[in-house]
């Protein structure tokens, strides 16, 4: 029977990993002995639920769970985090459990608070504080401190202070790769698999200081090879994980989605208020979250979230307090927001390639609280400011704090099996993952 090792790297992108591939010597030997192609995200194309979706083989539709945080229904501002206790479905080492077979799991987003499974789990960069509960069993949590210290969960990535990131997020990925390194010689197990948040926060922190199509790109910049040196941390990890791998053991490396140049941040509430849909009752100061502002509901036909995507929700009577759009007008008034949506052009007029999506196009079943319409901007070369009062609808930066990348679709993938080189499978994407481990497990 074989082991599977899965190696999650949230963020990775093709464009560094395959384009560069000689530059990481331990992934380029996984590549040329195995298997390697894009990894088409999900939509949304971010890190909760994407995860979630490769581990379950289910989309954002069946899990309900459409971003980091939902609106609660029927309501303006009632948020609700995606914890792990928002997902039911059961993930792939669930469905081993019931074969029999030990799983380690570490960093899995959303993995806090961390659940009980057949094996040991560490739980994820949600996690509020190594001062919380985040090991499965409890008794893990002291076991790792014990070694290697108050386990470090995330960095402050959204950050001016770049020296200090840079610093934080070698010390933290440095800690991750030991106690990964410590579980596998340590702990029985039949499926690992872990991920680093670590190439994200790198991704969003660094992006502009490497790719050169950056928009705010400067040859020679003081942080050019951050993110190469980045990943070469990573390879060198790694390659110290292979070495206490055996010849029964499958490696597979994912990643939720890629990364690409933010060229800037696009004000969808003001846009929204401008087009007549949104109408507030005072001005707000800049920055202020459409949570904050002060609406007038009586007199909104629509309102949206800020984030990679926007998410835009409608005033429906009898589905929120204060509905202004008749039931039966619901679809009209959709559809006239999407293609308005849809035509939105660029600061200097330029056409973009915006998708206003309605969750039926992309989902067979809508659990949970679904937006009405899912917007990419320009193909997420935009990000959607979600944020009033900047007294434009064009932002060159991100609103809440320094980014400079976006989410794309393509993530990567490699399979690499030992006993012989995996069969290649074209148009890959992340829902074909789960049902691929339980193959190699003889499901």
């Not at 990481?24 to 192609?37: C, H, Q």
């Not at 933290?172 to 197990?189: F, G």
Request: glycine residues 8%; proline residues 6%; hydrophobic residues 35%.
């Amino acid at each position: 029977m074989k082991k599977v090792f899965v190696i999650g790297l949230d963020c990775a992108s093709p464009r560094v990993v395959f384009d560069r591939k000689e530059e990481f010597p331990n992934l380029n030997r996984l590549i040329e002995g195995g298997t390697s192609a894009p990894l088409r995200s999900i939509h949304p194309p971010i890190t909760i639920p994407a995860w979630m979706s490769m581990v379950t083989g289910l989309d954002a539709g069946e899990l309900g769970v459409y971003g980091f945080r939902q609106r609660k229904e029927g309501t303006y501002s009632d948020v609700i985090i995606s914890t792990s206790d928002k997902f039911t479905a059961p993930c792939v080492w669930d469905n081993l459990a019931e074969k029999g077979k030990k799983s380690i799991v570490v960093g899995v987003p959303p993995g806090y608070p961390p659940k009980e499974i057949n094996g040991e789990m560490i739980s994820c960069f949600m996690t509020p504080g190594a001062d919380k509960e985040y090991a499965y069993p409890a008794s893990l949590k002291d076991e790792i401190e014990e070694r290697f210290g108050p386990y470090r969960f995330d960095v402050k990535f959204r950050t001016g202070d770049r020296d200090k990131l840079k610093e934080e997020l070698w010390e933290m990925t440095c800690q991750h790769i030991e106690v990964i390194k410590y579980l596998m010689k340590e702990k029985k197990w039949d499926f690992f698999m872990f991920v680093e948040i670590g190439v994200d926060r790198a991704h969003h922190a660094f992006w502009k200081y490497f790719d050169k199509s950056h928009p705010k790109y400067e040859a020679g910049n003081k942080y050019e090879n951050v993110i190469i040196d980045y990943y070469r941390l990573i390879d060198e990890g790694i390659g110290q994980m292979l070495e206490n791998l055996d010849d029964d053991t499958v490696v597979l490396v994912a990643s939720d989605h890629g990364a690409k140049a933010m060229k800037g941040a696009f004000c969808v509430n003001q846009w929204l208020i401008d087009k007549g849909y949104l109408t507030l009752k005072t001005d707000p100061a800049k920055g202020t979250s459409i949570e904050e502002a002060d609406v007038d509901w009586a007199k909104t036909k629509a309102w949206a979230w800020g984030g990679y995507y926007s998410r835009v929700f409608l005033n429906v009577r009898g589905r929120e307090k204060e509905g202004t759009i008749p039931s039966f007008r619901y679809n009209a008034w959709r559809k006239k927001l999407k293609k308005e949506l849809e035509s939105i052009t660029g600061p200097d007029g330029e056409a973009w390639r915006t998708k206003a999506y309605r969750p039926e196009e992309l989902y067979k079943t809508r659990e949970g609280n679904p937006p009405d319409l899912m917007v990419y901007f320009d193909d997420l070369s935009w990000r959607a400011a979600g944020t009033l009062g900047h007294g434009t609808m064009y932002l060159s930066e991100n609103d809440t704090g320094p980014d400079d990348a976006m989410h794309d679709w393509d993530g990567i993938f490699i399979a690499y099996d030992p006993s012989g080189k995996p069969k290649d499978i074209p148009n890959i994407s992340i829902l074909d993952i789960q049902p691929l481990i339980l193959e190699y497990f003889g499901n």
